[in-house]
T-cell receptor
Framework: GAGVSQSPRYKVAKRGQDVALRCDPI?????LFWYQQALGQGPEFLTY????????KSGLPSDRFFAERPEGSVSTLKIQRTQQEDSAVYLC???????????????FGSGTQLSVL | GQNIDQPTEMTATEGAIVQINCTYQ??????LFWYQQHAGEAPTFLSY????GLEEKGRFSSFLSRSKGYSYLLLKELQMKDSASYLC??????????FGGGTRVLVKP
C-alpha cells in the first residue's frame, strides 16, 4: 500500500478483555515501531523491530503487552486483560532504515484508538 | 535516559511567525526531528537536523545547537491549516526516536 495501515481504527474493550491491534507497514520497510499516545501527549515508545527481530521492547509497560512480527512485515500488538489505563491511541510507524542512516524518517499510520470501559 | 521539553501550547495570529523551542538531554544523539500532527491524524515529517545550524524548507525552518541541547521550529506566514501539534523528537543510539510532549499551536484569524 501507499502508507502505513492500522486496523481497527477504533476499538472499545471491556476491562479484562484481550485485544489485538494490527499494523501493515510500507512494503519493503525493514524497521517497525509501536508507540502509545495518551490524549494531549507526545507518542511514547513501546517496541521496535528490525525485520522479524524485536530489538528493543523496553517501552512495553507490563507483561500484559506483547508484540510480534513473525514474517518481518505485518505486526500485531496484543494487550491481555486490558485495564482502563491502557486507553490511548496506539501508533505504528515504519522506515526503510537498516540502522545505518540516521536521517531516515518514520512514516506513521493513523493509529488505533483503544477505549477500555 | 531521555528528557525532551517543549511548551504545551502557543497561540498566534494568521500571517504571523511562531517559534517553538525544544530542549533535550539524551544519552546519545543521532539527530533531531520535527513532526506535525493534526488532531486524530498521523504525525507527518517536517524536518531533520543533525548538524548545528538552520535548515530552511519553505515556510518552515528548524535550528539546532548540539552544545546547548536546543532546537527550534520556526513557522512563518502562519495559515489556519497550521493549527496542529508540533512534536520534537530525538534519535538516540539503536535507531530509537523519543518524542517530547508536543506543542499545540492555535492559529487565530
Amino acid at each position: 500500500g501507499a502508507g502505513v495501515s492500522q486496523s481497527p481504527r477504533y476499538k472499545v474493550a471491556k476491562r479484562g478483555q484481550d485485544v489485538a491491534l494490527r499494523c501493515d507497514p510500507i512494503s519493503g520497510h525493514v524497521s517497525l515501531f509501536w508507540y502509545q499516545q495518551a490524549l494531549g501527549q507526545g507518542p511514547e515508545f513501546l517496541t521496535y523491530f528490525q525485520n522479524e527481530a524485536q530489538l528493543d521492547k523496553s517501552g512495553l509497560p507490563s507483561d500484559r503487552f506483547f508484540a510480534e512480527r513473525p514474517e518481518g512485515s505485518v505486526s500485531t500488538l496484543k494487550i491481555q486483560r486490558t485495564q482502563q489505563e491502557d486507553s490511548a491511541v496506539y501508533l505504528c510507524a515504519s522506515s526503510s532504515n537498516r540502522g545505518r542512516a540516521t536521517n531516515e524518517k518514520l512514516f506513521f499510520g493513523s493509529g488505533t484508538q483503544l477505549s477500555v470501559l | 535516559g531521555q528528557n525532551i521539553d517543549q511548551p504545551t501550547e502557543m497561540t498566534a495570529t494568521e500571517g504571523a511567525i511562531v517559534q517553538i523551542n525544544c530542549t533535550y538531554q539524551t544519552s546519545g544523539f543521532n539527530g533531531l526531528f520535527w513532526y506535525q500532527q493534526h488532531a486524530g491524524e498521523a504525525p507527518t515529517f517536517l524536518s531533520y537536523n543533525v548538524l548545528d545550524g538552520l535548515e530552511e524548507k519553505g515556510r518552515f525552518s528548524s535550528f539546532l545547537s548540539r552544545s546547548k541541547g536546543y532546537s527550534y521550529l520556526l513557522l512563518k506566514e502562519l495559515q489556519m491549516k497550521d493549527s496542529a501539534s508540533y512534536l520534537c523528537a530525538v534519535k538516540s543510539a539503536g535507531n530509537k526516536l523519543t518524542f517530547g510532549g508536543g506543542t499545540r499551536v492555535l492559529v487565530k484569524p
